[in-house]
């Protein structure tokens, strides 16, 4: 899941450098794209470790199918671990999202005050994406961080097995159909012979 926040973020924000960017991209030099991948599992490893060392732990995840946080200990070691782990690995991916889809978008709406025509119907495609990917993101991790958070500061059963079963699948689809709207909405990409 970390993995997928992450990924999303380095993909908006490399996506805000390459349209941004003066000079032609070099189509043969993948050194940016892999430090982009290493970065990002890097950081998202930092993250995952920590339950492994005591800083918090692994449990069963709602109905007990699947493993994740123990969002249902309340003590301060897994408490501090929760609220770090939902600044760190949910607001700021989210606020470098909004940063890098915001500053294009002005990027964008520069150009095309300039130039009119084409570039009013690139504008329209890219806010499309923009505004897909972020309502994508919050549905995806929005309901799935509410129920950790209520879950580990709010009161005890009060998030059942059965109420975790949806959050956590539509956090964990996320990166099935994050690539589709990339695909589908990103023109340079859907144009490929």
């Known amino acids: 899941g970390i993995i997928s926040l992450v990924s999303l973020a380095v993909l908006s924000y490399e996506r805000y450098c390459t349209m941004t960017r003066t000079a ?30 005591g800083w918090s732990s692994y449990g069963p995840e709602g109905p007990g199918i699947t493993c ?13 671990y929760i609220i770090c782990l939902f600044i760190f690995c949910l607001v700021i991916p989210f606020a470098i999202i909004v940063y890098s889809y915001g500053k294009l ?57 059965a109420a975790s079963i949806i959050p956590a699948i539509l956090a964990k689809s996320s990166t099935v159909y994050n690539p589709i709207i990339y695909v589908f909405l990103n023109k340079q990409v859907s144009e490929m012979p």
């Open 24 to 53: 032609e991209p070099d189509t043969t030099n993948y050194r940016k794209t892999w430090t982009g991948i290493i970065l990002s599992w890097t950081y998202s490893l930092l993250w995952t470790l920590p339950p492994l060392f």
């Open 68 to 80: 994740s946080v123990n969002w249902n200990s309340k003590d301060a070691n897994n408490a501090s």
């Open 105 to 161: 978008l002005c990027a964008v709406r520069q150009v095309s005050s300039i130039h009119k025509g084409p570039g009013r119907s690139r504008e329209q495609r890219i806010l499309v994406m923009v505004v897909v990917m972020v309502v994508c993101f919050l549905l995806c991790w929005l309901p799935y961080a509410a129920v950790a958070l209520i879950a580990t500061f709010g009161q005890p059963g009060l998030i059942t097995p």
